[in-house]
């Protein structure tokens, strides 16, 4: 079945460390990605898309992702997590033609001060 | 913030009765669509609409209807709640193939069902 998979269901770390959360997805076609973030008791916000063109992306608040079309894979990056960055995070994919987007199951992110 | 408004934002109901959640835009868009967010889960689809009385099923819709006479308005109803129907549920919204395709989520409701 098409789908949409994150590896990483919980990951610490501590303030300033780097972070990389892996997001793959089985649609053979053209897809545009997202990266959400949803911070506790709140609703997902946008963190970044890619649509076309340069396969890296910056979003809002440090955070940038890759798309690499030859691993069906869009990995979100941050090069120093900052404890408010605290959240759940959540890899998006939208098939060219279809009308709604697939989720991953999400990646909760704990930052330790 | 998009203009999406869920109510009610919280509500306790009893196993076999009625329930109907409510989504409210006002930001014009075609598409609207109802998902559920479960632990270990993340989000599932459970219907989608793409206009005024055109809707169509996610991968989760069974127990589940949707309406949508206005294009602002979309309700999920669960016409016999379940204990398995317990959840987070989420409204997004859309402008789809008529524009840009991220969608934009209201604030939840959370759905117990005792």
């Known amino acids: 079945a098409q789908s949409v998979s994150q590896h990483n269901h919980h990951v610490i770390l501590s303030e300033a460390a780097s972070l990389e959360l892996g997001c793959n997805y089985s649609?053979?076609?053209?897809?545009?990605l997202f990266w959400y973030v949803q911070y506790p008791g709140q609703h997902l916000q946008l963190l970044l898309k890619y649509f076309s063109g340069d396969p890296l992306v910056k979003g809002i608040k440090g955070f940038e992702a890759e798309f690499i079309k030859s691993k069906f894979s869009f990995n979100l990056r941050k090069p120093s997590v900052q404890w408010s960055d605290t959240a759940e995070y959540f890899c998006a994919v939208n098939p060219t033609g279809r009308r709604a987007l697939t989720f991953g199951s999400g990646t909760r992110l704990q930052v330790q001060p | 913030d998009a203009g999406i408004t869920q109510s009610p934002r919280h509500k306790v109901t009893e196993t076999g009765t009625p329930v109907t959640l409510r989504c409210h835009q006002t930001e014009n868009h075609r598409y609207m669509y109802w998902y559920r967010q479960d632990p270990g889960h993340g989000l599932r689809l459970i219907h989608y609409s793409y206009g005024v009385k055109d809707t169509d099923k996610g991968e989760v819709s069974d127990g589940y209807s949707v309406s949508r006479s206005k294009t602002e308005d979309f309700l999920l109803t669960l016409e016999s709640a379940t204990s398995s129907q317990t959840s987070v549920y989420f409204c997004a919204i859309s402008e789809g193939d008529r524009g840009s395709p991220e969608a934009f989520f209201g604030q939840g409701t959370r759905l117990t069902v005792v």
């Open positions: 649609y053979g076609g053209t897809v545009n």
